[in-house]
């Protein structure tokens, strides 16, 4: 076989087969297949897309190339949550603890954050003394016990997928749906849930702009899913401007923790309930969504939820006690307002932009090797649709120097200010089976 051919194939449209895709995918981990044959074949990919049978088989081939985890030995049915990524998405923090405290089995890899959106190891270690580094045997122990357990991503999951997408990063094809998809999936498949529900972000801090494309990016990952023998259910949520009012780490976990006492931040605790319903019907804890959700809400209400965090961030280094006296999370130097330049109603959040400015402040990385400042972050004054006064806050940023300047021309720029109230967007937009 040879990769010119493959090329070829589908540069004219043609349906790969499996030995094809097999061939690539080995051949190009292996290191036997170089860079630009590979790039030549991602940007045919890119204008020809893939079938159905295609994308799966690309999938399953690069579940393959590496390790994957065996979650056998924990009892019941495995469910892992995943994001396409958002600004102020602090949804697994309460979402984990909300269905562990329900039965359900929360088996989590998950990594760190690069550019403007943050990462869930990252955010978790604002608690002192947090931890994802545990041996297989104490994970499995962790969610038999707690139901719980949060670790990073090994090295070797899907290691074709890593190679892919550090070449497709620099060749123009990240956003082809079914590269999308498989990048995606392979490394849910790998990590060994046996439900997966998926949070595909549509809007302006969304790799998915429009919701076409994220209803096709959702249908095209459930379809693999149930294809490869998972249970998946994919939610289309808004992320038009950030989730909550907290965008940071510590900010962000303090904020979650406030739902899980029952405070009611209208986007997060609706979003968690929802995926929470999933979670826990995908597990068949319970018969139907009404059941599944009424428990849900009565774990928050009887403190329940609350209590699951504590157990498992107490189980992973974590000192739990700052969880009830959250002075003790790291904070910033300064609180620095940045002003409405004129008076109006927000019309819109540019929440790529928010996430950017937090990343100036220091709460995310611009690059791999940049380190994280737990303590910044940005609490926003005003989301879409508010009332503002010309001079009142519309956010506030939590920040190591006074000025914080870079930061404050991007919330300038990321804000939208107009004189007529804007209609409202969904927060969900749509559950795909
Ligand atoms: N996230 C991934 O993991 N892979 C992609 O291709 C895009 C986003």
Same mark, same amino acid.
């Given at each position: 076989?040879?990769?010119?051919?493959? &090329?070829?194939?589908?540069?004219?449209?043609?349906? $790969?087969?499996?030995?094809?895709? =097999?061939?690539?995918i080995?051949?190009?981990t292996?290191?036997?297949?170089?860079?630009?044959q590979?790039?030549? $074949?991602?940007?045919?990919v890119?204008f020809?897309?893939?079938?159905?049978?295609?994308?799966?088989t690309?999938?399953?081939?690069?579940v393959?190339? /590496?390790?994957?985890?065996? %979650?056998?030995? &924990?009892?019941?049915?495995?469910?892992?949550?995943?994001?396409?990524?958002g600004?102020?998405?602090?949804?697994?923090?309460?979402?984990?603890?909300?269905?562990?405290?329900? /039965?359900?089995?929360?088996?989590?890899?998950s990594?760190r954050?690069?550019? @403007?959106?943050?990462?869930?190891?990252?955010?978790?270690?604002?608690?002192?003394?947090?931890?994802?580094?545990?041996?297989?045997?104490?994970?499995?122990?962790?969610?038999?016990? @707690?139901?719980?357990?949060?670790?990073?991503?090994? /090295?070797?999951?899907?290691?074709a997928?890593?190679?892919l997408?550090?070449?497709?990063?620099?060749? +123009?094809?990240?956003?082809?749906?079914? $590269?999308?998809?498989g990048?995606?999936?392979?490394?849910? %498949?790998?990590?060994?849930?046996?439900?997966?529900? $998926?949070?595909?972000?549509?809007?302006s801090?969304?790799?998915?702009?429009?919701?076409?494309?994220a !209803?096709?990016?959702?249908?095209?990952?459930?379809?693999?899913?149930? =294809?490869?023998?998972? =249970?998946?259910?994919?939610?289309i949520?808004?992320?038009?401007?950030?989730?909550?009012?907290?965008?940071?780490?510590?900010?962000?976990?303090k904020? +979650?923790?406030?739902?899980?006492? /029952?405070?009611n931040?209208?986007?997060?605790?609706?979003?968690?309930?929802?995926?929470g319903?999933?979670?826990a019907?995908?597990?068949?804890?319970?018969?139907?969504?009404?059941?599944? =959700?009424?428990?849900?809400e009565?774990?928050?209400?009887?403190?329940a939820?609350? !209590?699951?965090?504590?157990?498992?961030?107490?189980?992973?280094?974590?000192? +739990?006690?700052?969880l009830?006296?959250?002075?003790?999370?790291?904070? *910033?130097?300064?609180d620095?307002?940045?002003?409405?330049?004129?008076?109006?109603?927000?019309?819109?959040?540019?929440?790529?932009a928010v996430?950017?400015? +937090?990343?100036?402040?220091? *709460?995310?990385?611009?690059?791999?090797?940049?380190?994280?400042?737990?303590?910044?972050?940005?609490?926003?004054?005003?989301?879409t649709?508010?009332?503002?006064?010309?001079?009142?806050?519309?956010?506030?940023?939590?920040? !190591?120097?006074?000025d914080?300047?870079?930061?404050?021309?991007? &919330?300038?720029?990321?804000?939208?200010?107009?004189?007529?109230?804007?209609?409202?967007?969904?927060?969900?937009?749509k559950?795909?089976?």
């Amino acid at each position: 076989m040879r990769m010119v051919d493959i &090329i070829e194939k589908k540069r004219n449209g043609g349906e $790969l087969t499996e030995e094809e895709i =097999r061939f690539f995918i080995e051949g190009y981990t292996e290191g036997t297949i170089p860079d630009y044959q590979v790039s030549a $074949l991602m940007m045919a990919v890119y204008f020809k897309g893939m079938s159905e049978k295609e994308t799966s088989t690309l999938t399953q081939a690069m579940v393959d190339s /590496g390790d994957t985890i065996d %979650l056998s030995s &924990i009892e019941g049915m495995k469910i892992d949550k995943h994001s396409t990524g958002g600004v102020g998405d602090k949804i697994s923090f309460i979402v984990g603890p909300l269905v562990a405290s329900v /039965g359900v089995p929360v088996a989590k890899m998950s990594g760190r954050g690069l550019g @403007h959106t943050g990462g869930t190891i990252d955010k978790l270690e604002s608690i002192p003394g947090f931890h994802v580094e545990m041996t297989k045997e104490q994970f499995v122990e962790n969610v038999n016990k @707690h139901k719980l357990a949060v670790a990073g991503q090994t /090295g070797n999951l899907a290691p074709a997928d890593k190679k892919l997408y550090a070449l497709r990063d620099v060749t +123009a094809t990240v956003d082809s749906i079914p $590269l999308i998809a498989g990048s995606i999936m392979s490394k849910k %498949l790998a990590s060994g849930a046996d439900g997966i529900v $998926l949070d595909v972000k549509t809007g302006s801090g969304a790799f998915m702009k429009s919701l076409e494309d994220a !209803q096709a990016l959702a249908e095209t990952m459930v379809t693999i899913g149930n =294809r490869l023998g998972r =249970r998946t259910t994919a939610v289309i949520s808004d992320m038009d401007q950030p989730l909550g009012f907290e965008v940071g780490n510590a900010n962000e976990i303090k904020e +979650a923790v406030e739902v899980l006492q /029952g405070k009611n931040v209208a986007d997060l605790r609706e979003l968690s309930l929802e995926l929470g319903t999933h979670m826990a019907v995908t597990a068949g804890i319970f018969e139907n969504d009404q059941e599944a =959700r009424k428990a849900l809400e009565e774990s928050i209400e009887s403190g329940a939820a609350f !209590q699951a965090l504590k157990t498992f961030v107490d189980a992973q280094g974590g000192d +739990a006690s700052v969880l009830d006296d959250m002075t003790k999370l790291p904070e *910033a130097a300064f609180d620095v307002e940045v002003p409405a330049l004129e008076s109006g109603y927000v019309s819109a959040i540019d929440a790529a932009a928010v996430g950017t400015a +937090a990343m100036y402040l220091g *709460a995310g990385r611009a690059t791999k090797d940049d380190t994280i400042d737990h303590g910044v972050g940005i609490t926003l004054k005003k989301k879409t649709g508010d009332y503002v006064e010309k001079g009142e806050a519309l956010v506030v940023l939590h920040s !190591q120097s006074k000025d914080a300047d870079d930061s404050r021309a991007k &919330i300038t720029e990321a804000y939208s200010i107009s004189p007529e109230k804007p209609e409202s967007r969904p927060l969900i937009h749509k559950v795909i089976k």
